[in-house]
């Protein structure tokens, strides 16, 4: 009896062992995820939303899963427990089975998180390594996946082909997610005026932009009319048809789930001397003409054109809101080309003017950085006191 019980204790002990040692071997085959993963070929499948470990081991390690989405919507990889001596990196990538390159990358290389668009169900690749390939660590990696669901009625629309139609007036909700995100939108105008955009909210750590566009004819892509422009946004459009904008953070380094809210107005030609853009466009004045401009949108600057018949001083004023700071500056005109005269000088100013000479204004607000949708009232005067002309061409002193 005593034997047997030996026996049994013997068994039990053995067992015991066994289990003590195959343990980690469990967990270690549940951390490789399949390894070897060196090649997308090998990639360890995984489940969205679920935590996985595993490591960059050797100089030049990389490893290769793959997680199926159900549709559009966006891929956010997370990590922990990165290594002090790595700069852990992803790339994402779809799987080409009968293609020599097998991978087609989809994005480049990106540091933590890292979140990217998904237009439909389909299984998504990516990989880590260390940025330069020239460390490793023994420490495990905690990282997981997780596909969130398309929440942008917008979406997709992250080129100007696939843009977006709102109207004018039309309270707007997008987002900016992930930080790669490029809205595209496009709206109707039926004649000349201003395009402006304006939101009432944007996430906080969103410096939203905004840049227009145009197509020469339907066949034709979208080439841009404006550079990038903080909120509000505007600019003219001297003839009806469809423009094109995007919205995006500036410097595509931050993102936000929080809505933004914004509409694009449109707003009838206000400046009774446009189109007058440039000196080509120059609207004509003669000495004592008041004239109601704009300067509007921010950046706007109006080109003016007189001749003097008579030489002497004569006053440039302009009535304005009190926000403005309008400035001109005076060109003459030499071999057919307009010659700056004098640097920018602040409104009200006199000028010396010559008989028969043709001169050019450029008038524009300081620094570019002001605007008003009230009219300015610009004044070309003959100051008091001077020579006039008489019919038959002489002077006559007052």
């Known amino acids: 009896m005593k034997q047997f019980f030996r026996q049994i204790t013997g068994v039990i002990t053995i067992l015991i062992f066994i289990?003590?040692?195959s343990?980690?071997?469990?967990?270690?085959?549940?951390?490789?995820?399949?390894?070897?993963?060196?090649?997308?070929?090998?990639a360890g499948l995984?489940?969205?939303g679920k935590s996985y470990s595993m490591k960059i081991d050797t100089i030049g390690d990389v490893d290769w899963f793959a997680v199926p989405v159900s549709g559009p919507g966006y891929l956010n990889l997370s990590t922990k427990n990165i290594p002090e001596n790595l700069?852990?990196?992803v790339r994402f990538a779809k799987k080409q089975e009968w293609?020599?390159?097998?991978?087609?990358?989809?994005?480049?290389?990106?540091?933590?998180?890292?979140?990217?668009?998904?237009?439909?169900?389909?299984?998504i690749y990516f990989v880590f390594k260390d940025k330069y390939n020239n460390n490793a660590a023994e420490e495990s990696i905690e990282f997981k996946a997780d596909f969130i669901e398309e929440f942008d009625e917008y979406e997709s629309n992250n080129i100007a082909d696939s843009a977006k139609a709102v109207a004018t007036g039309e309270s707007i909700k997008s987002y900016f997610y992930p930080p790669s995100d490029v809205d595209w939108f496009k709206t109707e105008v039926d004649t000349s005026g201003y395009l402006?955009?304006?939101?009432?909210?944007?996430?906080?750590?969103?410096?939203?932009?905004?840049?227009?566009?145009?197509?020469?004819?339907?066949?034709?892509?979208?080439?841009?009319?404006?550079?990038?422009?903080?909120?509000?946004a505007a600019i003219q459009v001297t003839e009806p048809g469809e423009y094109f904008f995007y919205l995006k953070d500036r410097y595509n380094s931050n993102m936000s789930r929080d809505k933004a809210e914004w509409k694009i107005d449109f707003i009838s030609e206000i400046d009774s001397t446009e189109p007058?853009?440039?000196f080509d466009e120059a609207y004509q004045l003669a000495v004592n003409d008041t004239v109601k401009t704009a300067i509007f949108p921010k950046g706007d600057q109006d080109y003016f054109m007189f001749t003097p018949k008579i030489s002497g001083e004569l006053r440039l004023a302009a009535k304005h809101s009190k926000?403005?700071?309008?400035?001109?500056?005076?060109?003459?005109?030499?071999?057919?080309?307009?010659?700056?005269?004098?640097?920018?000088?602040?409104?009200?100013?006199?000028?010396?003017?010559?008989?028969?000479?043709k001169y050019y204004i450029r008038l524009h607000t300081k620094h570019d950085n002001a605007y008003s949708k009230e009219p300015v009232l610009f004044m070309i005067i003959q100051l008091e006191g001077q020579a006039n002309l008489q019919e038959n061409g002489e002077e006559k002193e007052e």
């Open 87 to 89: 700069q852990l990196v």
């Open 23 to 42: 343990s980690p071997k469990e967990k270690n085959k549940k951390d490789d995820i399949g390894e070897p993963n060196n090649t997308i070929l090998q």
């Open 196 to 232: 402006m955009i304006q939101a009432r909210s944007i996430p906080e750590n969103i410096k939203a932009e905004a840049r227009f566009a145009k197509k020469s004819d339907d066949f034709s892509k979208a080439e841009y009319i404006s550079g990038g422009m903080g909120l509000p």
């Open 99 to 123: 293609e020599q390159q097998k991978e087609k990358w989809i994005s480049g290389e990106m540091d933590f998180p890292a979140t990217i668009p998904i237009e439909k169900a389909d299984t």
């Open 46 to 48: 995984l489940e969205s």
């Open 276 to 278: 007058n853009n440039s």
């Open 19 to 21: 289990a003590a040692c």
């Open 323 to 357: 926000d403005l700071r309008p400035e001109i500056q005076l060109y003459e005109e030499k071999d057919f080309e307009p010659q700056p005269i004098d640097n920018w000088q602040s409104l009200p100013t006199n000028i010396e003017v010559e008989a028969e000479q």
